[in-house]
């Protein structure tokens, strides 16, 4: 028989997401560690434009960040938060000692896929378990980074 959890979703499903939004926790924490470095670390000509830019992006990872762990928290699970932890199962990794535009342009890009992707993936299991809430938010964050996706490739456009 299936178990309903305090939102009325099936327990086991609801687990199974919280993982995943765990996994895609993981990655946005990598992720954000990164730009915040590529904010303080940016040199060159585009430095006032990209610094901007990058803190724009931190400002809004952060934010989605934590709405992701209080997701988890809805659904009845525990966020992971040890930095080793997300170091372990992130598939973003650190991005160390980049000050250059064409060096950090396609590590922004390469982590906006990756959470895209991840994010399609939560995408499917919470439509398929009717969770709203996790739906709308998966689908908010994949509009946003879509556009960014385009923003940055335009912008790496030599």
Known sequence: MEQINHIGLDSKKSKELAEMLNDLLANYQLFYMNVRGFHWNIKGEK??????????????LILKIDEIAERILTLGETPMHSYGSYMEISEIKEAVG????????????????????????????SAEIEDEGTNSMASDYIREQEKLVWMYSAFNTK
């Open 98 to 125: 980049l000050t250059k535009s064409e060096d950090i342009i396609p590590q922004i890009l390469g982590g906006l896929k990756t959470l895209i992707a991840k994010q399609r993936k939560v995408l499917d299991l």
């Open 47 to 60: 430095f006032f434009e990209l610094h901007v830019k990058f803190e724009e992006l931190y400002n809004d």
